[in-house]
């Protein structure tokens, strides 16, 4: 079970954003060097983010900005608008089990009532993880 990477990548870019975007122009080819990843990766983030209301970008000129408080921004909206089935890649069964055998035939079913409390709790964390936390975690490793 893990984070993808586009989740990961957008909470960098957010993290970004609310510590220079007062100082400075944040652009998709500054968050690229800063993450790592192709300036149209980023500008694809930064849209979905837009979309979902979560960042501003100034036409023209550009220029990304948050759109609401940190605290009203949680770790499952920015998952969720990045990555629309991130909780169906965290808890997933395989695809193609064996209808030939018993516990291939049923093990969909053995786990279906499992991962759902497991995909309710997991929503539930993320939707109570803010990126007010978040932030404060990056300012305690300073």
Do not use: Q, W
Request: glycine content about 4%; proline content about 4%.
């Amino acid at each position: 079970m893990h984070i993808t990477n586009k989740c990961s990548i957008a909470v960098h870019c957010l993290i970004f954003i609310n510590e220079y975007s007062k100082e400075i122009k944040v652009t998709s080819k500054l968050l690229a060097r800063s993450t790592g990843c192709n300036p149209v990766t980023i500008r694809n983030i930064i849209s979905s983010l837009k979309k979902e209301g979560i960042v501003d970008v100034k036409s023209g000129t550009g220029g990304t900005t948050l759109a609401v408080p940190l605290k009203d921004i949680s770790l499952y909206n920015i998952c969720s608008s990045v990555d629309p089935k991130s909780i169906d890649k965290m808890i997933g069964v395989h695809s193609k089990p064996s209808s030939l055998c018993p516990v291939g035939n049923n093990i969909r079913n053995v786990l279906d009532e499992t991962y759902n409390i497991l995909r309710e709790n997991l929503i539930s964390s993320m939707k109570s993880t803010t990126l007010e936390k978040i932030v404060s975690d990056y300012h305690a490793l300073l």
